[in-house]
């Protein structure tokens, strides 16, 4: 069982796991995110179809009716526990997040609005597991910016035993996370999530894993990348509220508009690719969790500045040239360069990455150009500031034909 979907993520593990594996795969949703593209003038990259029209086209290429739809509200507990006491999932996949920083600080509502999808939501699935459906592994989506407001040489997986110093004496703090702190209302209900992870598992002996997943590019995988698969496309978000930075970019690049880097581009981020994301999610589904078990993972196949993302894409058509904004949101300067430790389960994806995101990048400008005419420019650039009441978005404080050195800066993940 796939929450979410309908979503970037959510439609394209649903569609890689039915079309892979013999597994049966039912998507859940309640379509909020299409409602909420439109009040923040979202639009995608390839005309995004209904779940029934796209598991219609699913069941016809590949002649499969291991995919379906349940339309279900996740903020009513009640509708929540019918559909997992109907199917009682071997696995769970939470991925039903708003997952847009810009968005949850535009308004008082849209903030509002991100807790509780992100964290209600969250809690009712737990409830429901906990009731009904024991053994299913849930699999929750976290994110990487939970420790962006942390300033660290070392992100581990699991808990450690911590000392701190505190007027000329030394104090532990035994089997604890590494605090986390977040720079937006996003991601800080991301920190909620994994704590309330952390507690379920424990208080009702459940199989839980919480993935702190980098940033997303990427438009395709190969089952909907073909055009005569059209009909099977994710929804790709371009814009400056739901679009990742990768892909705007990547946008940018393909109608002839200067790469928008903002601030100075030193904030780093972790990245990985959607082909990556999901070959690592169906691993996921095979992992052996205990029943009182917590797993937390790191999702990530590279770590990148911003401005190095320009860069690398600038390379590709030296006509690219890299504009800075002043930056919208509230994002620090650390001290200290993280090293992020890997999980097993996903070490694999490290191999040759650098070789694969030459590969990943060719095939998404191939696939955006091929669908260049769709891409609205003015709805890339920043509307949303981290100020509440401010009336004024940035407009470019430099450029030039080539991107200029960055220096490092220790945050993991930014939705930008």
Known sequence: MILGGDGYLGWTLGLAMASRTGRRVVLVDNLIKRCWEKEAGAKVLVPLR????????????????????EKVELLDPDAVERVVARYRPAVIINAAQQPSAPFSMSSARNAAATFSNNTIGHL??????????????????????????????????????????????????????LPMQATDFYHQSK?????????????????VVTVQQATIFG?????????????????????????????RFVCQMVIGHPLTVYGDGSQRTGLISLADTVDSFLDLSELKVESGEHTVLHNYTHRLSIGEIAEKLAAIDPTARIDHLTNPRREPSGKLEPQVEVHEAIQARHADKEARLQTDMATMLEFTRRYKDNIDASIILPKVSWSPGSAEMPAPVSSSPEASPVTASYALHQAH
């Open 191 to 207: 920190i909620l999530d994994l704590l309330i992870d952390d507690l379920c598992s424990n208080m009702w002996a459940l199989k």
């Open 124 to 177: 009712n699935v737990l409830w429901a597991i906990g009731r009904l459906s024991k053994s299913t592994t849930y699999i929750k989506l976290g994110s990487a910016g939970c420790y962006m407001g942390t300033d660290t040489d070392y992100i581990p997986l699991s808990k450690k035993d911590f000392t701190f110093e505190d007027r000329g004496l030394q104090y532990k703090v035994l089997q604890g996370f």
């Open 219 to 247: 438009a395709t995988i190969p089952e909907n990348h073909s055009e005569e698969r059209c009909g099977l496309a994710s929804r790709f978000n371009y814009d400056a509220v739901f679009g990742t930075v990768f892909n």
């Open 50 to 69: 209904s779940p029934a029209n796209r598991i219609a086209e699913y069941r016809r290429i590949f002649g499969k009716q291991n995919l379906s739809f």
